[in-house]
């Protein structure tokens, strides 16, 4: 059964720093592509960050430069360490990964800048 568990969200004041995680349980995260989604209040889930089983990375232009996605394969974890964060940031932040054919997400985790 695969599970992926977010934790690291909180409350922070604009151009602070969060780092969220996301263990995986049931796949290997290495070997799967793993992402972060975010859901802000009325607006559609949108995709923030991508690191693929090769390594490789992508971003949301919206958070380039700001926030970097990486993996701990001894620990089958990913993390989003997120710095400068601004208000607009704000949201619940989802982990996502894609296994035998099938979309599976964390619960989430709340991100609150505030100005």
């Known amino acids: 059964q695969v599970q992926l568990v977010e934790s690291g969200g909180g409350l922070v004041q604009a151009g602070g720093s969060l780092r969220l995680s996301c263990a995986a349980s049931?796949?290997?995260?290495?070997?799967?592509?793993m992402a972060w989604y975010r859901q802000a209040p009325g607006k559609q889930r949108e995709f923030v960050a991508r690191?693929?089983?090769?390594?490789?990375?992508d971003y949301a232009d919206s958070v380039k430069g700001r926030f970097t996605i990486s993996r701990d394969n001894a620990k089958n974890t990913v993390y989003l360490q997120m710095n400068s964060l601004k208000p607009e940031d704000t949201a619940v932040y989802y982990c996502?990964?894609?296994?035998?054919?099938?979309?599976?997400w964390g619960q989430g985790t709340q991100v609150t800048v505030s100005s």
């Open positions: 690191i693929f089983n090769y390594g490789s990375t």
């Open positions: 049931g796949i290997t995260a290495s070997r799967n592509a």
């Open positions: 996502h990964s894609v296994y035998s054919g099938l979309n599976y």
